[in-house]
């Protein structure tokens, strides 16, 4: 009774760290987190470009960057639960959360920004972020 | 002239009524991803709806009688049972999308949470089917609904390449960085999306509540071929403004705030508003014919006194069932599950159920017993097992490839 007890204690708090076998394994996760957090960038730069055109008004805009920092994080958080298995996936973990903290806090500005109604600042502050997409798309394609 | 004029509301409504939260996310997600390539789905959806909508509304129209009450008398109470059950889960999940999306379209307009914009869609669409006139209903959402040919204008306005888009179309082919399994499993959910059971239910109980008759089969007729079709050009619409937007910034679409953007984008702020009187619209008036469809089904099957144009303390138990899944729909929406991935797993087990839905349809239409001379001709009963195959293929390969492909990531 007891065994079984502590094998389901095993299998549920296994579950709630995502198992990563292999470096490849690894980078494959990587690559898809890379991917999906670009998207959210992207996302909401193409905001930010209807917000300078003037094309979009702010409610709407607060929505669609709140979003995107929302699913972002939520990428974010998956990944750093990912356990990696080598000094090489240390290193790879290191270099894209670093890039995702970018990402999030680039987007939360946006989100800040927006909700203050300083929507023609959403340009500038938004920057960074196109740096950021960069790196991300690069690291995402190396990745797969 | 006056004959003239409910022919053309008709066709109006059909168009605006066509689009619902499942086609909305269905289209733009397919076109984000896969461009064009899955145009032909929204085709072959198209005429597979057109299809059974015509034959089951040619039923209600001959008969006098809903498709459930003619399912179990035709078919047993057992293989009825199956057959509601399984369409009464579909149309359950989608009324909660439907809800969930009409406060998700309404946060967009004034970026406050939509869960505390849930209660009050619920009671509202509970009010609307309890004190609004069928017709009028009917009418009035579908009209709305055709705020959302701004998709058709946003389209032109981003200039696609005619060319490629018609290649693309005409030449589907996996793109780049796609498998094959998660091609085909979009194309699946596209599919569910065209063909979602609640539409028919609907159209046959609507038929049976606005006292259709032999006479009016020309009137069904250019509704069904023409409105449809006219709805489905606009779902390619919504694929093909995601695809020239956010297939080249690698964006895929996960919220309904981004299917908005395209049009924002060519559109302006006009045309912002526009799709959102739209998302209202087309969500709203699909929540109400999804509450009433369970409704209708559940009332049909055990024979109760049904329908708005029955004195509600005739029909108490048929709306007590409305009320009940309007109620149900708004809690499971309020447990905060992302009413976007509710409405994808809802077009899919749609995919899954709909043999169940579509194989009575067909049966009771082509038995002279109760259709007379009205029964199907050669063509369209062949056209008919023909799709009856194709339903049957995607309805067994749906969730093998929800699994192979964890729900198409």
Known sequence: MRRGVALLLALLTASCVSPSRTDRDYELKAGNSAKAVASSVATALLGVEAARRHRAPGPYLSVLIASAEEDASSVQSQFDSVQPPSAHADAQRAELDDLLSQAVDGLALLRITVRRGELDQLDTKARPLRAVLVRLRTLSEEWQ | ?409
């Open chain 2, 1 to 409: 002239m006056k004959r003239l004029l409910q022919v053309f509301l008709g066709v109006l409504t059909a168009i605006g009524g066509f689009v619902d939260i499942g086609d909305l996310v269905a289209n733009a997600l397919v076109g984000a991803r896969f461009g064009m390539s899955l145009a032909w789905v929204v085709l072959v959806g198209v005429v597979g709806i057109c299809l059974f909508a015509e034959m089951s509304g040619r039923v209600a129209a001959v008969t006098g009688r809903g498709t459930f009450d003619l399912v179990r008398e035709r078919l047993g109470v057992r293989a009825g049972l199956l057959n509601l059950v399984a369409s009464m889960l579909v149309t359950f999940l989608t009324l909660a999308a439907e809800l969930g999306g009409v406060a998700l379209a309404i946060e967009l307009a004034t970026s406050v949470n939509y869960l505390l914009f849930v209660p009050l869609v619920a009671f509202l669409v509970w009010f609307v089917i309890w004190r609004m006139p069928f017709e009028h209903m009917e009418r009035a959402f579908g009209l709305l609904g055709l705020a959302l040919v701004v998709f058709a204008v946003a389209f032109w306005k981003l200039g696609p390449d005619w060319g490629s888009m018609l290649h693309q179309a005409s030449h589907p082919a996996v793109p780049d960085g796609e498998g094959h399994p998660t091609y085909w499993y979009y194309a699946i959910a596209l599919f569910g999306a065209a063909m979602t059971p609640y539409e028919v239910f609907f159209f046959s109980s609507g038929a049976v509540e606005e006292g259709w008759t032999k006479k009016d089969l020309m009137i069904e007729r250019i509704n069904v071929y023409l409105g449809f079709p006219l709805g489905g050009l606009l779902s390619i619409a919504i694929a093909g403004c995601t695809w020239l937007v956010f297939m080249p910034a690698g964006v895929e679409v996960d919220h309904l705030d981004q299917v908005a953007l395209p049009v924002a984008l060519a559109a302006g702020k006009v045309g912002l508003a526009f799709v959102i009187v739209g998302f209202v619209a087309a969500t709203f008036g699909a929540a109400l014919e999804t509450g009433l469809s369970t409704g209708y089904s559940i009332a049909q099957y055990l024979g109760w006194s049904w329908g708005k144009s029955v004195a509600p303390v005739r029909a108490a138990r048929f709306h007590a069932v409305v009320l009940v899944a309007i109620v149900l729909g708004a809690m499971l929406i309020l447990t905060t599950v992302d009413p976007i991935m509710v409405t994808e797993y809802s077009i899919v087990f749609s995919a899954v159920a709909l043999p169940l839905t579509y194989f009575p349809i067909l049966v009771v239409a082509n038995d002279p017993g109760y259709m007379g001379e009205a029964v199907n001709s050669r063509l369209t009963n062949a056209l008919g097992t023909a799709y009856l195959g194709l339903l049957t293929v995607v309805s067994l390969a749906a969730i093998p490839l929800m699994v192979a492909t964890k729900a198409g990531q």
